[in-house]
């Protein structure tokens, strides 16, 4: 079988031997003489000798030396490129190779020679890095031929779709740069060229149907091989011709193929795998990388070297699903078999930053860069978990570390923007938000941002034409509201009704706030509820039905453990509770879900993980959502009781222990009422562990109000009341439309949102003793009101006589 060293050496014979003057190269007679010979059975013209010979000296013109013609590696290139064949050719002249030079050509590849290293490094440049390798290049000097006819194909393709202007390319594609750095394992990564630059062919047109068509009849040669492992390198090799040129859809077509001959081969698994992901079908990916894992855990050592990149780029995929928690894993896995693999190690962090485990991203982040200290990413993330964890001074120097290194990256210039508003640093948070736009002009939340900054810094005319470029960019209605806001403060500056250097608002003490009427919330109560809201909002736990955690519970038991103390519980580790999530809440988008894994990992896991074992109580765990999932009041307190008895120790009764009873109302506290601490919920008095607990006296424990949840009532009616607008009534503090319920102070008549209430934030100009409050779920509520308001003071006047 000829190998592609012995290849080279035959189109070096054809060279000598046309190379008459031996000044190496083939000027126009020594070609004209090449083209002759090779072509015995056709009699040529001058004027088409002239012809191909002005092609070959046009096309190849990067090969000509001036003084000497055609150079040995143009008409090398002119054989790579399909103008001819090289076997024929050589045939055809009658040559031979002599067993010194088979040798040779054959250990190319490997050999320590001078002139061997330059046949190497002269292949190198022709063909792609994965072609060459020695452990993963083409095997078969059939699949040679199928290589160079592919890419004639692509050629024709390329400059056909150029010409007609239908190639398309992005700079700024995320996808295929997630990968790992090809330097890692070139012959599985993606090219540095993909990474660059996104190509999109044009898939509708006439000429990419006859690629297709074409591609297809060197398929069909593929399958036709003398035998399955030839069958198998033609369609590899076909393959990641395709994936070189970004041609994903036919390049998944071919490693499928190659799947299909040698199921336990990892090569044609990851490669399918990339493209998946490549083209946006990270559920697909995942399921393809973990077959490519299978295949390489059981193939022994022979595979043990690629575990790394493998499980790098499962946890990249899994990251494309929002499955964060499980991708820490992978990420893990992969630093733990390599720990030199600082990609994997930036992963990781970036990974645990993103479920809000800041010390640990930290530590990951800082390896990282340690390995690679020019790795602007890894700083970019690093200084966004100083940031979270409150070293604001050190995580301003990593931000400008990483803006140093590269003066483009987005991510850093707007992170950093966001850390100088939080420290009231107004004026440098607008430059940097100026330098992202300067970067991304649509970057409609830079531009939002750009104009807060900027009203921070008093140039309100700056702001305001920042909100209208922010309003071209977006229509969503929260731009439209703080355009008004804008509005309305010129206008009051203008009419010199502004504060006079006064505080726009009081705070005053919560014994100074009276409610009127039994329906108006309790401020204390209010500013509990919303934060509980807020979580339940940035969770979507609202949009999970509770009848689907009851039929979690039912349809996918967990097996039974035991914990350190012995006693039996249905725990399970923190990724399997991310899958069960997911399906929970299937609706979500990846990037939502992420941000719900965050906040749930924040608030609850680490509540009901308290020992750090990575494992949760699932019983505890559905009784603890039940309370913000969609549903009626009555059917998630249920469903709450109902995940208790599901725990071993009350399986298969009708009744809860009293001690599971408390410990839930204890752990609902904590999750949903940390200030109020777990010192003060209550504690078991000596009851007898046996004691039980029915339905019922589980829901007076649940409502108290004082020890219990009480606050759901609270937390419903923000549910159903907090998107409700009041017209054109604005919060006499913050100076926003009143959205939610408004709470109206019936002395002084000024009105408060629900946050300005919450805080306790009355205007400067109402300063009394006391502030007596109204709430209206809505306008139309308001006006029933005053309605009736009207309609007792006319029963109260005198009757005429």
């Excluded at 330059?118 to 390798?133: D, G, I, L, M």
């Excluded at 920042?466 to 509201?481: F, G, I, S, Y």
């Excluded at 004691?691 to 949840?709: I, K, S």
Aim: proline share 3%; net charge neutral.
């Amino acid at each position: 079988m000829a190998t592609r060293g012995s290849r080279s050496e035959k189109v070096k014979r054809i060279f000598q031997q046309f190379d008459g003057n031996r000044d190496g190269g083939l000027n126009r007679e020594e070609m004209a003489a090449l083209v002759v010979a090779v072509n015995p059975r056709v009699k040529f013209s001058d004027e088409q000798i002239n012809a191909i010979l002005d092609e070959v000296f046009r096309t190849y013109a990067e090969f000509i030396d001036p003084n000497k013609g055609l150079t040995y590696d143009g008409l090398l290139r002119t054989y790579d490129d399909g103008a001819g064949d090289v076997d024929r050719d050589f045939d055809a002249l009658g040559l031979e190779l002599n067993a010194d030079e088979t040798i040779k050509g054959s250990e190319a590849s490997s050999s320590s020679i001078t002139d061997e290293r330059a046949v190497e490094a002269q292949k190198k440049q022709r063909t792609a890095a994965w072609a060459v390798s020695p452990n993963h290049g083409i095997v078969f000097d059939e699949t040679w031929k199928l290589v160079d006819d592919l890419e004639i194909l692509v050629k024709r393709l390329k400059s056909k779709q150029e010409k007609d202007g239908k190639l398309k390319s992005d700079n700024n594609n995320n996808n295929v740069d997630a990968f790992s750095d090809a330097g890692w394992s070139r012959e599985l990564g993606p090219s540095a060229e993909i990474s660059e630059k996104r190509i999109y062919w044009e898939e509708s047109s006439h000429d990419y149907t006859s690629f297709v068509k074409e591609l297809g009849v060197l398929r069909s040669k593929a399958d036709g091989a003398r035998s399955r492992e030839e069958a198998f390198d033609g369609h590899m090799a076909i393959g990641r011709v395709l994936y070189e040129h970004q041609l994903f859809k036919e390049a998944l077509v071919s490693f499928k193929r190659a799947c299909e001959l040698q199921p336990t081969d990892v090569r044609p698994h990851f490669k399918a795998a990339n493209c998946l992901y490549v083209l946006g079908k990270c559920k697909e990916s995942k399921d393809e990388f973990l077959l490519a894992l299978e295949a390489a855990e059981s193939g022994g050592n022979q595979w043990a070297y690629l575990l790394p990149q493998i499980y790098v780029n499962l946890g990249i995929a899994l990251e494309g699903e929002g499955m964060v928690l499980s991708a820490c894993e992978y990420y893990r896995e992969a630093a733990i078999l390599c720990p030199t693999h600082y990609r994997a190690l930036k992963l990781l962090g970036s990974a645990l930053f993103g479920v809000g485990e800041y010390r640990a991203a930290v530590k990951a982040l800082e390896e990282a860069i340690y390995l690679k200290p020019d790795y602007a990413d890894a700083h970019c993330d690093l200084a966004s978990s100083l940031h979270s964890m409150g070293e604001d001074e050190r995580a301003i120097e990593v931000f400008q570390r990483a803006i140093d290194l590269k003066p483009g990256h987005v991510d850093a210039l707007y992170n950093l923007g966001g850390l100088y508003m939080d420290l009231g640093r107004f004026q440098r948070a607008s430059e940097m938000y100026t330098r992202v736009l300067a970067v991304w002009p649509n970057h409609w939340r830079a531009q939002l941002n750009k104009a807060v900054s900027l009203l921070g810094a008093g140039e309100t005319e700056e702001a305001k034409k920042a909100l209208k470029e922010a309003l071209k960019l977006t229509n969503r209605v929260e731009l439209h509201d703080a355009v008004s806001h804008l509005k309305h403060l010129q206008k009051k500056k203008k009419n010199g009704k502004g504060n006079g250097g006064e505080a726009p608002f009081v705070v005053v003490e919560a014994s100074k706030f009276k409610t009127v009427g039994e329906k108006t919330t309790l401020r204390p109560d209010l500013a509990i509820a919303l934060q509980i809201r807020a979580f339940q909002r940035v969770t979507r736990l609202g949009k999970c039905d509770v009848e689907a955690v009851r039929k979690e519970m039912r349809d996918n038991d967990v097996p039974v453990s035991y914990s350190g103390s012995g006693g039996p519980t249905k725990s399970i580790r923190k990724p399997n509770l991310e899958e069960i999530l997911r399906r929970l809440l299937s609706s979500l988008k990846p990037e939502t879900f992420q941000g719900a894994i965050k906040v749930i990992n924040e608030k609850i896991l680490s509540v009901l993980d308290d020992s750090g074992s990575g494992r949760v109580d699932m019983g505890m765990f559905y009784a603890v959502i039940a309370p913000l999932c969609g549903g009626v009041s009555d059917k998630r307190k249920r469903v709450a009781f109902d995940a208790l008895l599901w725990r071993p120790v009350n399986e298969g009764s009708s009744q809860i222990t009293k001690a599971d009873a408390e410990k839930y109302i204890k752990l609902l506290r904590a999750v949903y009422i940390p200030s109020h601490g777990m010192s003060e919920m209550l504690e078991v008095h000596g009851e007898e562990e046996a004691e039980t607990v029915t339905y019922n006296q589980f829901l007076a424990m649940f409502d108290d109000p004082d020890w219990g949840f009480g606050i759901m009532s609270t937390i419903l009616k923000l549910e159903a009341n907090d998107r409700n607008r009041h017209g054109n009534q604005v919060c006499s503090v913050c100076r926003y439309p009143v959205i939610g319920s408004r709470f109206k102070e019936v002395k002084a008549r000024f009105s408060l949102c629900n946050q300005c209430y919450s805080e306790g934030k009355v205007p400067p100009s109402f300063k009394q003793e006391e502030y007596k409050f109204r709430e209206y779920g809505s306008e139309a509520e308001a006006m029933r009101a005053k309605c009736a308001c009207f309609s007792t003071q006319s029963h109260k006047k005198p009757i005429a006589t």
